[in-house]
């Protein structure tokens, strides 16, 4: 993968909230190729939290709290976490032959993305990408902040 200094991969875990765990676990493997790498459960049984990988990303999937909902339950988004994949258009039909509803079709955008959002069944976005140029940000407009 090209690296583009306008859309930098960090280290980072997100930690994701859904009403349903198992449910997200699997559907997630099946319609965007999460791999599962831990789950715990509570003493009932119930999967309360899970760890999954894509490529080198790891984002932690957590049942709901009372501080936490997902947007199935307030009816909005919540977050956007944004992944890398390498074969970005086979990643978007693989998710679209899965029944992900699209919210921005595949694009390449002024930043130097190749991108889409699809939602999981409780409404999270989720933001695929693939760099595709290596793009200043100062030639898309961002302003570029002078610290010190």
């Given at each position: 993968?090209?690296?583009?200094?306008?859309?930098?991969?960090?280290?980072?875990?997100?930690?994701?909230?859904?009403?349903?765990?198992?449910?997200?676990?699997?559907?997630?493997?099946?319609?965007?190729?999460?791999?599962?790498?831990?789950?715990?459960?509570?003493?009932?049984?119930?999967?309360?939290?899970?760890?999954?990988?894509?490529?080198?990303?790891?984002?932690?999937?957590?049942?709901?709290?009372?501080?936490?909902?997902?947007?199935?339950?307030?009816?909005?988004?919540?977050?956007?976490?944004?992944?890398f994949?390498?074969?970005?258009?086979?990643?978007?039909?693989?998710?679209?032959?899965?029944?992900?509803?699209?919210?921005?079709?595949?694009?390449?955008?002024?930043?130097?993305?190749?991108?889409?959002?699809?939602?999981?069944p409780?409404?999270?976005?989720?933001?695929?990408?693939?760099?595709v140029?290596?793009?200043?940000?100062?030639?898309?407009?961002a302003?570029?902040?002078?610290?010190?």
């Open positions: 993968m090209i690296s583009n200094r306008s859309v930098p991969v960090n280290a980072i875990l997100p930690h994701v909230y859904y009403e349903d765990v198992a449910a997200a676990l699997t559907w997630l493997r099946d319609a965007f190729g999460f791999e599962e790498q831990y789950r715990f459960s509570l003493p009932d049984g119930t999967v309360h939290g899970a760890l999954v990988r894509l490529g080198e990303a790891h984002v932690m999937l957590k049942s709901l709290t009372r501080a936490a909902a997902s947007p199935a339950r307030i009816g909005g988004y919540t977050q956007n976490v944004m992944l994949v390498e074969e970005i258009d086979a990643h978007f039909a693989r998710a679209e032959a899965a029944g992900a509803r699209i919210a921005e079709p595949p694009n390449d955008t002024e930043y130097g993305e190749r991108q889409y959002v699809a939602e999981d409780e409404g999270h976005p989720w933001m695929f990408a693939k760099h140029r290596d793009v200043a940000p100062e030639a898309w407009g302003v570029i902040a002078r610290n010190g």
